[in-house]
């Protein structure tokens, strides 16, 4: 299947595309840059390819959760590229991603990954995911939430499982409670995937076509996790 894939949900941004047997990416951390930077690297991987657009079968893109603005910007580019081609979307989490990411590389494959990436207001983007011959598999629920509580989570799940704990994502080294549950309790057992990368969107891509879990480009929705942003407002302001 030939698909393309993009993400900006956080400070990075990434497209990859998979055509016949080989597969293009594109990989820059940018923070601020990425509604500079993500079409030109669109149209990069496509011209080393010496393929358009219509010669795809699939769209996927990081759909959250990431940063609002992030998410939006490939949110809109996806749904722009989808609406030009008549091509389906396939939604990827940016937290299954980077899980999916560590199971690739790793030779413990019954260890648990759990990936906290930062949310900034003392928060973490959280999930813990198990693997498993068919991929990764959802353990611990999507969720916002301050490092405590995830820790929590993290500490209950261990009352009944022995397997070890791999830890994804920067919210590892951003609160200082969980580098310290980590260094307690999981030690060096820490990958070195961060952020999300399209690269290893594309697999889940087509796993969610195979079981129809994809959409047309005006019903695309992204995931925030967080309902609402609150902020201090200037003086003067209501």
């Known amino acids: 299947m030939n698909i393309l894939a993009i993400d900006t949900a956080t400070e990075a ?3 990859a595309l998979q055509y016949n ?6 990989f820059e951390i940018c923070p601020q840059q990425h509604s500079q930077r993500l079409l030109p690297m669109v149209d990069e991987v496509l011209k080393e390819a010496q393929v358009a657009l219509s010669d795809l079968d699939l769209l ?6 990431g940063s609002f603005t992030g998410v ?3 949110t809109g580019m996806i749904q722009g590229l989808a609406l030009g081609t008549g091509l389906k979307v396939a939604g990827v989490s940016t937290l299954e991603a980077m899980a999916f990411e560590v199971a690739s590389k790793t030779e413990d494959k019954e260890a648990l990954i759990a990936v906290a990436s930062d949310a900034r207001m003392n928060e973490v983007y959280f999930a813990v995911y198990k693997q498993t011959e068919e991929g990764v598999l959802l353990t611990i629920d999507e969720q916002v939430c301050p490092p405590e509580v995830a ?4 500490n209950a799940l261990g009352e009944n499982n022995r397997e070890a704990v791999i830890a994804v994502g920067t919210g590892w080294t951003a609160y200082d409670e969980l ?10 057992t820490t990958s070195d995937v961060t952020l999300p990368n399209a690269q290893f969107m594309l ?3 087509h796993d969610a076509y195979e079981k129809g879990e994809v959409s047309e480009a005006v019903n695309v929705e992204p995931v925030y996790l967080r309902d609402k942003v ?6 003067g302001r209501e």
Request: proline content about 5%; overall charge positive; charged content about 25%.
């Open 203 to 205: 697999q889940l891509a």
């Open 60 to 65: 996927a893109f990081g759909r959250g959760p």
């Open 13 to 15: 941004c990434s497209v």
């Open 151 to 154: 820790i929590e989570q993290l």
């Open 72 to 74: 939006r910007i490939a």
């Open 21 to 26: 047997d080989t597969v293009i990416t594109r």
């Open 230 to 235: 609150t902020w201090k407002k200037l003086p």
């Open 179 to 188: 580098t310290k549950w980590k260094s307690e309790v999981i030690g060096e």
